[in-house]
């Protein structure tokens, strides 16, 4: 029955995200999950200047009264993980090929997923969302308090502009300052080997960077039978065409794309999961889980 | 070169072709939208195959198009002319056009492989490709037959199966009036144009140039129609011998039952012709050969003659070696040789001097055996009674004294049942015995003895022969001019007749008394002659016609003489067939062995020359009445009549003869096959092409 219930198609029919994130977790049986780090420390490491999300109770009212500005204090080893999210919102991200998710929703849910995952175990989650140029970030936190900050950028997320993985995979890698785990959820559309080097730097600075290269079956597939009028969606031309006759053309083209990157994914030492927008979500985070528990 | 079409209207269809273009348009118009993220991989894709892509959909363009193009076009049966003169008949306009062919015996001379008809049908052939679609045409086949021509009509389908279903016949044909039954055809249709295509040999015979020239009758008045004359000889000489006569006689020469062949050759050729072949075939076997020579234009007799063996029914046939017509290179025949006859010859004034016995001159006639072999018995009057008369087939009473009741009443019995009977008188018949004894068999009863001389008394005048009939089967063979032997002979002494309307008088004395008498009874014949048959009272048995008309008559008397006419009569005509007492008659077959009408019993529809075959009821063939079909004769003159008389007796203006088609060269390519080829191909292709895209 679970299964059932987190089929794509059936969880675009849940209002929101969060409640899609639940569905997919509560599914889960908890425990499957372990950190793999093991302990927890609360010895003072710094001050950080409090941004929203940060827990009120770390806050050094002290240093406010001498300084009056907020700071929260920070602790050595205060969560097992820091985890960023990292989510393509470009425009081609809206895409959806039949009447599931499009592969921004499912970006979305399959991160929010890991996120409530992620702070139900006290790691700390961070979230980057990325169009174009534009980055938004919310620092990682551990509290659930966090996780609803994290839901209210991730609810109703529309995908707009350019991807432009390589700046944010930049932008990352000036705030992942220590070993944290990096989640990219991109259609990888605008394959650039620059995105790539950034997030296999990430890597060499000891993060674990995963890609989860997310592809709507008819991008996967192209199963038109019809002339049709392709229109780009991120203000490319648009061309018309009878779809049969270019079938092969394009499997090989969309093959060879997954394949250059799930090659440079691998050459990076960065891990490559390619993701089919139909395909259920808790099956997905559970071989993603079990491959972690291998690692 | 042009193209026609057998079916224009379906020529429309073609338009057709312009769906898959309008189909295309509107598709390119009403492309389904549809966002997609992956684009750049589209426009990659369809970069690679944008050539393929083009060439592709071009293809499957013009695959559809030729389809749809091809299937009306194909069914529209268009055929490719070459050249010709389609320009020329664009001019003149769209005209009612009659096409007539002759089809009379000389059109089955052969040159070559081909006959002529072959050759004039092909010319129809081309000619009727070559008409514009305005023109309406009609067919006339001229063979003698008296068709009538339809009206002109657009049905070319129709116009075609007339041409393919015409066959010469063996009928001459008049083309002046074919030609004038076509242009009466003509009158019927609206169209103002009239031309009228001749395929004929140019034979003259075909032509009568007595009569008006044909001229249509139209609303505005009769007008002269256009005529092409379309020379199927192509200009060339038709030499041909023919075999135009054959008489079939006794030939005694050559022993009993020899019969003489006599043929008519005929060279209708300008060259003369040596060393022709003939031979004469009874059966399957070849009996006799002769050769003749032939001058141009000229004219040869030649016998073949043939002993049969035994009497009876015959078939056969005498042919010449062949030419290019050769249907009259032969005629078949069917003849009665007549049977072995016996002759009962009774002398009633014997002499131990053989030259005055009264049989002498008869019986020695009667062993010279003429054309029918006969055995004759020779008895004297005394021995009459204990002759049994119907062991024979003819009797001779040679000056016999009256016969007692019982042998008068055997002797006409005899008659009665078809004996002959040969009644000769003389110093032993006495008149009234005589016709109170043979009242019965005599054609007339016997007067009295007239003495028109004494003999030897130079001062009185014997009575001659006249008034011979020589349409008679016995005095036949002699005709005017041949009759001297009857002429020369004198008779000094001949009985009268009394006076009557019975019997057929043959021949007469020069006043008047009757000399030779035919009479009949029952089935039997009976001839009396009213002098004596030795030399006591004429000297006719010592004249050369003596002799034959002893044999003609007994042949005449035995009803033999019939039996040795061939039956024979001309192709187109009827026959009539008289059955033998109890045989019902049920069919007769041509030489082709198709079965004619008998229609009381007349044959018609003789359509071919040879033999044909006569069965009763229960299919026994009746051979003594089979009987010939020759040709007429004025078929094998192939003599070529100049082309400027036709023109002049058309109006030249309007007439042209041509000695080669100018359109021959018109050589029709049926194009519908290879367009229902290329829709076919098309199709596959089309297939193939949405298979695989």
């Known amino acids: ?295 | 070169m042009g193209i026609s079409f057998a079916n224009p209207l379906l020529a429309w269809g073609a338009l057709a072709g312009l769906i898959p273009v309008i189909v295309h348009l509107i598709q390119r118009r009403r492309p389904r939208p549809h966002p997609f993220a992956a684009i750049e991989l589209v426009r990659r894709s369809q970069q690679r195959n944008v050539r393929r892509l083009r060439l592709r959909r071009l293809l499957l363009l013009a695959a559809r198009t030729l389809i749809l193009l091809a299937i009306p076009l194909a069914l529209a049966r268009p055929q490719l002319s070459h050249a010709g003169d389609p320009a020329g008949a664009a001019a003149k306009g769209p005209a009612a056009t009659a096409i007539v062919v002759d089809a009379s015996l000389s059109m089955s001379y052969r040159i070559g492989s081909k006959s002529l008809f072959d050759r004039a049908r092909e010319d129809a052939r081309d000619i009727l490709a070559g008409l514009l679609a305005e023109d309406s045409v009609t067919v006339l086949v001229c063979d003698g037959s008296g068709s009538l021509a339809a009206a002109p009509s657009f049905d070319r389908a129709a116009a075609r199966r007339r041409l393919d279903e015409a066959q010469p016949t063996f009928l001459p044909a008049d083309l002046s009036g074919c030609v004038g039954q076509a242009a009466q055809a003509l009158g019927e249709s609206p169209i103002p144009g009239k031309r009228i295509h001749v395929l004929t040999d140019l034979t003259a015979s075909a032509w009568r140039l007595d009569t008006p020239a044909p001229t249509v009758q139209t609303e505005a008045g009769e007008v002269r129609p256009e005529v092409v004359i379309l020379d199927a000889a192509r200009g060339d000489a038709l030499p041909n011998c023919a075999l135009l006569g054959l008489q079939i006689k006794g030939a005694p020469e050559i022993g009993p039952r020899g019969q003489s062949f006599s043929i008519t050759v005929r060279n209708f050729g300008d060259e003369a012709i040596s060393d022709l072949q003939a031979e004469l075939v009874v059966g399957e076997e070849v009996v006799a050969k002769s050769f003749l020579d032939l001058p141009a234009q000229g004219t040869a007799t030649k016998e073949l003659k043939y002993r049969f063996p035994a009497g009876g029914s015959y078939e056969g046939v005498v042919r010449l070696s062949g030419d290019g017509l050769e249907a009259d290179d032969e005629r078949a025949f069917a003849i009665q040789v007549p049977r072995d006859l016996r002759a009962l010859v009774v002398d009633g004034a014997p002499s131990s001097m053989r030259y005055r016995d009264e049989a002498f001159f008869v019986d020695a006639a009667l062993r010279m055996g003429g054309a029918s072999p006969l055995s004759v018995v020779t008895v004297d009057a005394e021995t009459l009674p204990s002759q049994r008369l119907h062991d024979f087939d003819l009797v001779l009473l040679l000056n016999v004294r009256a016969p007692d009741a019982d042998v008068a009443g055997r002797l006409a019995d005899f008659v009665e049942d078809g004996g002959g009977l040969f009644i000769s008188l003389g110093d032993q018949v006495d008149p009234d015995a005589y016709n109170l004894s043979l009242g019965k068999v005599l054609p007339r009863e016997l007067h009295l003895l007239k003495t028109a001389a004494e003999p030897g008394r130079e001062d009185q005048r014997p009575a001659r022969f006249v008034e011979l009939d020589y349409e008679h089967p016995i005095l036949r063979i002699f005709g005017a001019g041949e009759d001297g032997g009857f002429l020369a002979s004198r008779t000094w002494r001949y009985f009268l007749l009394q006076p009557g309307a019975d019997g057929a008088v043959l021949a007469s004395f020069d006043d008047g008394a009757p000399a030779l008498v035919e009479g009949s009874r029952g089935k039997g014949r009976v001839l009396l002659y009213t002098s004596t048959v030795d030399r006591d009272w004429s000297d006719w048995p010592i004249q050369t016609s003596f002799l034959p008309t002893i044999q003609q008559a007994s042949a005449y008397l035995s009803r033999t003489l019939e039996e040795r006419r061939p039956r024979e009569v001309a192709v187109g005509g009827s026959f009539s067939l008289a059955a033998p007492d109890g045989v019902v008659l049920a069919e007769v077959r041509g030489p082709d062995g198709r079965e004619r009408p008998l229609i009381e019993g007349a044959v018609t529809k003789l359509d071919r020359p040879g033999l044909y075959r006569t069965f009763a009821t229960g299919g026994v063939e009746q051979k003594d009445l089979s009987f010939a079909a020759h040709l007429d004769p004025i078929e094998s003159d192939t003599r070529r009549i100049d082309p400027r008389e036709l023109e002049a007796w058309f109006g030249g203006d309007r007439t042209q003869v041509e000695q080669a088609p100018t359109q021959r060269s018109n050589r029709e390519i049926p194009l519908w096959s290879l367009l229902a080829a290329l829709a076919v191909l098309a199709f596959a292709s089309e297939g193939a092409l949405i298979r695989r895209p």
Request: with cysteine; glycine share 6%; charged share 30%.
């Open chain 1, 1 to 295: 029955m679970a299964g059932n219930l987190l089929d794509p198609k059936l969880l675009a029919k849940l209002g929101t995200t969060q409640l899609r994130a639940r569905t997919v977790v509560e599914g889960l049986l908890s425990g499957m999950h372990r950190s793999p780090h093991q302990g927890q420390s609360v010895e003072f490491a710094e001050h950080k200047e409090y941004a929203p999300g940060d827990e009120l109770r770390h806050i050094d009212w002290k240093a406010f009264g001498k300084v009056d500005r907020y700071y929260v204090k920070q602790f050595e080893h205060e969560t097992n993980l820091r985890a960023f999210l990292l989510v393509d919102a470009s425009a081609s991200m809206n895409y959806r090929g039949g009447d599931g998710l499009s592969k921004l929703e499912y970006a979305t849910t399959l991160a929010a997923s890991l996120a409530y995952l992620l702070v139900r175990q006290q790691d700390a989650v961070g979230l980057v969302i990325t169009q174009g140029k534009e980055n938004r970030y919310l620092p990682p936190r551990a509290a659930m308090g966090h996780f609803s900050a994290v839901m209210s950028q991730l609810e109703g997320l529309e995908g707009a502009g350019p991807t432009d993985l390589a700046n944010a995979a930049d932008w990352v890698a000036e705030r992942a300052r220590r070993r944290a785990a990096i989640f990219v959820f991109s259609d990888l559309l605008d394959f650039n080997p620059k995105a790539i080097a950034r997030l296999a730097d990430l890597r060499r600075m000891k993060n674990e960077v995963t890609v989860f290269h997310l592809l709507d079956p008819n991008e996967l597939e192209f199963p038109f039978e019809e002339a049709t009028r392709f229109e780009g969606m991120e203000g490319e031309e648009a061309l018309e065409l009878d779809p049969r006759s270019i079938r092969d053309s394009y499997l090989e083209e969309i093959e060879a794309l997954c394949e250059r990157a799930r090659t440079s994914c691998r050459d990076a030492d960065v891990e490559y999961e390619l993701v089919r927008t139909d395909a259920p979500l808790d099956r997905l985070i559970l071989r993603y889980l079990a491959r972690r528990e291998r690692s």
